[in-house]
C-alpha cells in the first residue's frame, strides 16, 4: 500500500520543485517516477525472494497462486515451525 502511494506524492514533489526550483515539472516527474519504478521493482522481488524459515528456498518461488505454503518443504503460512 505505501508503494502504491508514491505516485501522487511524485506528483505533489514535481510540483513544489518547479515552484521552489524553478525546475521543468515534466523532467521532474520522470526522474521521480523512473526512482519509484526502480523501488517498487526492488521492493516486489525482495518480496517474492523471501527464504522460508525451515528450508531456506524462496517461500513465493515454486508455488500455485492459491497455495499458501512452501513450494519446497510444505510448510504453511502464519504455521509454527
Known sequence: MFGMLGFPAIVVAAIVLRLIFGVD?????????????????????RAVRCPCPRCGVPFLANQEPWQRRCGNCGLGLYANL
Not at 25 to 45: N, R, Y
Open 25 to 45: 515539472s515534466q523532467e521532474a516527474f520522470i526522474a521521480l517516477a523512473l526512482c519509484w519504478c526502480a523501488w517498487w521493482g526492488w521492493a516486489a522481488f
